[in-house]
């Protein structure tokens, strides 16, 4: 579960980066995406962690917390850039 956790978060960043290296906005705004998909997979990751007790509830809070707070920027950023003139 860990290691699929981490590959999710590993691979929302990446294509946050190969998304910024692309020449059109569309282009960037396709990489990112699938950034918020692979985001919705680690929030779906980290609930299950959660309910199978592999992680405090404390520590679920946090980081449920911090994933809501990516979600909302990653998906504000995509509306900003999908409303350019």
């Known amino acids: 579960m860990q290691a ?11 294509n946050i980066v190969e998304g910024c290296a692309r020449r059109t906005t569309r282009e960037y705004v396709q990489f990112l995406n699938v950034a918020n998909g692979s985001t919705a997979e680690a929030g779906y990751l980290l609930n299950v962690a959660g ?23 990653l998906q504000r950023l995509i509306a900003s850039l999908e409303n350019e003139p």
Do not use: F, H, N, P
Request: charged share 25%; hydrophobic share 45%; no cysteine.
């Open 51 to 73: 309910r199978l007790g592999l992680v405090s509830a404390a520590v679920e809070v946090e980081l449920q917390m911090r994933y809501g707070d990516l979600t909302k920027g």
């Open 4 to 14: 699929q956790i981490r590959r999710a978060a590993i691979s929302a960043a990446t």
